[in-house]
């Protein structure tokens, strides 16, 4: 039933936004009894906190190329296709965050699970001699992948097919690691 | 009268948030009569918008130290200072531009401006022999500026101080200039 509720949430936020986002719709599209939403999920922030709590449950792990600019663009290329998605969830779930302190709340949990997952990246290539062992991971993953959140959720920028790379490969340079 | 409202905007803003900004309540604080507020604005959208516009008109240029990775240090500091004041009007307006379009499209404008300033950074940097000339130099201020927004503004991190200097030294490095 969860699945069936969370998914609702998801084709009902990419539909209308955060604005047409209530609990009624979601039971009705999921075909699950109202006052069962209401019980379990209380309102639209829990319901959108449990998409992104429901995410940080699967079994995503990071690309593993053997070699860290690889590894950096492969992410990259993920990122992009799920902030460019249209509709998008992410980037709706990012717009619900300025909205509901609870999904803002979620979406940091969600983040710190996948920056955390990600650190693996930087270690591997530090045991390959890459990068100096006491290399700051979270600061290499942020360096890649903070110019696509720029790009596609703030500055509003055309999608460029390009950018996955270029972040990707300035990330990796930033910290010696140029091939 | 138009800096009266403006700054009302700004003062209503970074009080209740986007939920409390009213045309009205802007009008009492500023001691102007609603319907010249309304009359001129037109709505919340449009007051947003003439906020960004105002900032676009300013005189403000970037800063010039005589070497990149100074001169992005010191652009950075400027936007920690913008995006941690408490409360700021930077990050409220960000916040705003997830629920008015007409908001979103004027941050685009100011962003466009402003990184448009900044060009001349890169140019200077060109000029000194310190980068190629054929650097793109919006993707340099992005490097630099990125991380900043997505600690302070998406990942809603604790502010860091050490973060202006991190990221303006990592893009310096990923464009081949470090010191």
């Known amino acids: ?3 069936q509720v969370l998914e609702a949430v998801g084709a009902e936020l990419v539909e209308g936004g955060y604005d047409a986002l209530t609990v009624d719709a979601v039971a009705a599209r999921a ?3 109202r006052t069962t939403v209401y019980r379990r999920w209380r309102d639209v922030g829990g319901l959108l906190a449990d998409v992104l ?3 940080a449950d699967d079994d995503w792990t990071p690309p593993d190329t ?3 600019d690889d590894d950096l663009r492969a992410l990259n290329r993920e990122l992009y296709a799920a902030l460019t998605a249209r509709p998008s969830v992410t980037a709706a779930l990012i717009a619900a965050s300025f909205r509901s302190a609870e999904a803002a709340e979620a979406l940091r949990r969600f983040w710190e699970d996948r920056y955390g997952r990600c650190e693996v990246l930087v270690e591997r ?3 390959r001699g890459e990068l100096p062992r006491d290399t700051d991971a979270r600061r290499v993953l942020i360096a890649a992948t903070a110019p696509l959140y720029h790009h596609l959720v703030l ?3 055309d999608p460029d097919p390009a950018l996955p790379e270029q972040a990707a490969r300035d990330a990796a ?3 010696g690691v140029a091939r």
């Open 1 to 3: 039933m969860r699945a």
């Open 31 to 33: 075909g699950v009894h």
């Open 53 to 55: 709590d429901a995410g």
């Open 66 to 68: 053997g070699a860290l």
């Open 125 to 127: 290539a530090a045991g």
């Open 155 to 157: 500055l509003r920028s």
């Open 173 to 175: 340079r930033a910290f």
